[in-house]
């Protein structure tokens, strides 16, 4: 299934939000929740101190246009005071004090400015992806993207085509469900298509505001962590049949997993108030499972050669720092330490998403990985399912 990669554009969240400023935002608006006495320390576990979003922190928290009355209006309202014996005075005094409170914003006010966001970041991102492959727009043949958080129809595949002005017969495969597994598993779709055609040439663009599922209003300790984990960014990469002189990873095997029976583990749920990430404290335990099913199917594939292959780096996406941790304890002993350290380097800035394993990658190509080094790509979304590519740096 030999494809063949060239670096990533990633374009971060240009607005920068420490996690300082989302403590004391979150601290100002639930004083009383259970758990805070220990959000200062909650915050320093996730070991992040800055991410970057496409909006700023300010846009994220805002009221909404309207008020108080908003639901039921003010003709509505008035009436009811009055069938219930209050004083025209009073009735006035009432209505002027609901209009004064401002509402939670819409999913219209919370998900229109970030999906404009999204577009304006991935045609960055395409762009630069094609500029770093040496290609120009009327070269590519099909278009795969993908952004979880901010529904669309049409999505982002349309916008980009008449964005980038690509030809009409531009094969475009959206996949806005593929959540976090989008890096891994648009790379394996666009492996089997240029293996039916080494010809083909795909731009994969995935532009994640996961910014959007901040939610001011919820109190829950699951709520405070996304929060403080999530980061905005746009991510391309041009994938080939043959190999190019910008190329810098074969992929030579893909491998897919899904847990039944774990579909609510880990979701989006949009509200009137807009999209909501929910977890599950049962989903990481799950998480693990695929890993232990990946490290299975890399035996299976080199038993061969057992005590001499391993690979040189791992570039992966599991969801957190957690599942990181078990992935180093339960690697075979022989391989040598280290593998992670670019996924650890990622998550120091937030939690990606679908965006997260071109984040490594491109941080392994600028630090020089070395030619000949055999690459594992894995990552887990929601669903659960994972998908793992293996291949050798060139």
Request: contains cysteine; negative net charge; aromatic residues 6%.
């Amino acid at each position: 299934m030999a494809a063949y990669l060239c670096p990533p554009a990633v374009i971060h969240g240009k607005h920068a939000v420490e996690t300082s400023q989302i403590v004391a935002e979150v601290r100002d608006r639930h004083p009383d929740a259970a758990w805070a006495p220990r959000i200062d320390g909650i915050a320093a576990s996730t070991g992040i101190q800055s991410r970057g979003w496409m909006l700023p922190l300010e846009t994220v928290v805002a009221p909404g246009k309207g008020s108080g009355l908003r639901d039921v209006g003010a003709g509505p309202a008035q009436e009811a005071l009055a069938r219930e014996g209050f004083t025209q005075q009073d009735v006035d005094r009432v209505i002027a004090t609901l209009e004064a409170i401002p509402a939670p914003q819409t999913v219209q006010e919370r998900t229109a400015p970030a999906w404009e966001a999204v577009q304006s970041y991935g045609e960055q991102a395409a762009r630069g992806a094609l500029q770093i492959a040496g290609l120009d727009v009327a070269d590519v043949d099909c278009l795969i993207t993908s952004h979880s958080t901010t529904p669309a129809l049409p999505g982002l595949d349309v916008t980009l085509a008449n964005r980038l002005s690509l030809r009409n017969d531009v094969m475009m495969l959206p996949a806005t469900q593929w959540a976090c597994i989008a890096g891994t598993r648009s790379l394996a779709l666009a492996a089997e298509l240029v293996a039916a055609d080494p010809d083909r040439v795909v731009l994969v663009v995935i532009s994640e505001a996961l910014s959007t599922t901040y939610q001011p209003a919820d109190d829950t300790l699951e709520s405070l962590i996304v929060r403080l984990l999530f980061a905005d960014t746009a991510v391309a990469m041009v994938v080939t049949g043959r190999q190019r002189r910008e190329s810098v990873l074969r992929l030579d095997s893909a491998w897919h997993h899904t847990l039944p029976g774990t579909q609510d583990l880990h979701r989006l749920e949009t509200r009137s108030d807009g999209t909501h990430f929910v977890m599950d404290r049962r989903g990481p335990r799950a998480v693990q499972e695929t890993v232990t099913a990946m490290w299975e199917w890399l035996r299976v594939r080199y038993q061969d050669d057992p005590e001499s292959w391993h690979p040189d780096v791992l570039l992966a996406h599991p969801g957190g720092t957690r599942v990181l941790e078990y992935m180093e304890q339960t690697m075979p002993d022989a391989w040598p330490s280290g593998l992670l350290n670019y996924s650890r380097d990622s998550y120091t800035t937030g939690n990606r998403g679908g965006a997260a394993v071109f984040d490594i990658m491109r941080r392994a190509h600028d630090a020089g990985q070395k030619s000949g080094s055999r690459a594992v790509l894995y990552a887990a979304a929601p669903g659960l399912s994972a998908t793992a590519l293996e291949g050798e740096w060139l």
